[in-house]
């Protein structure tokens, strides 16, 4: 009699499986200035020349769907996590010998020696697409750190940025653009 009940038990705790209600999001959400009406002269070549002399490096593009992306990366630091690593300035010593036991307070600055761990790689990545009713962008940048673990991730596509790229690609005269 008990074996059917265990037979039962894997359906029963199939059923507290749940999905997710919503999908995820970009968090911020994009800035309004990251989408524009696309104008008589924006191409994928302008953006393409765009990108390019702000540094970027272009990975992919594909005509059908208008879009474009490129990455940029740059060496940096990170604080571990955001928090600054304070020099040392002293610190609680306890010891002692022949069964006796003593404790006392050391003064002195200390610091790292050896090699630097502070070293990180930011990846800034861009799409840019563009339609024949708008263009929009999108950006994201990512943290490494020197051993290539992931420290930070966001969505960074802010209205300065989108602003910027904006008018770069608008400064790009038609005949330039490859």
């Known amino acids: 009699m008990r074996a059917w009940l265990l037979m039962l038990l894997p359906v029963a705790l199939a059923g507290c499986q749940v999905t997710p209600t919503t999908l995820p999001v970009a968090e911020p959400a994009p800035a309004a200035d990251c989408r524009w009406p696309?104008?008589?002269?924006?191409?994928?070549?302008?953006?393409?020349?765009?990108?390019?002399r702000e540094g970027f490096l272009v990975r992919h593009t594909d005509l059908l769907l208008g879009l474009v992306s490129a990455e940029r990366a740059r060496q940096t630091l990170y604080h571990d996590h955001g928090v600054e690593r304070l020099p040392r300035f002293g610190g609680f010593v306890l010891g002692g010998s022949g069964g006796?036991?003593?404790?006392?307070?050391?003064?002195?600055?200390?610091?790292?020696?050896?090699?630097?761990?502070?070293e990180a790689t930011r990846i800034e990545r861009v799409s840019v697409v563009v339609g024949e009713q708008q263009v929009q962008v999108s950006r994201d940048i990512r943290l490494f750190d020197w051993r290539g673990e992931l420290r930070e991730s966001r969505s960074?596509?802010?209205a300065a940025f989108c602003r910027e790229l904006r008018s770069v690609i608008e400064a790009v005269p038609a005949r330039e653009a490859p």
């Open 38 to 52: 696309a104008g008589p002269g924006d191409s994928l070549a302008r953006a393409v020349t765009a990108l390019e």
């Open 100 to 118: 006796h036991v003593v404790s006392g307070v050391m003064l002195g600055i200390g610091g790292v020696f050896g090699p630097v761990t502070d």
């Open 156 to 158: 960074a596509s802010d």
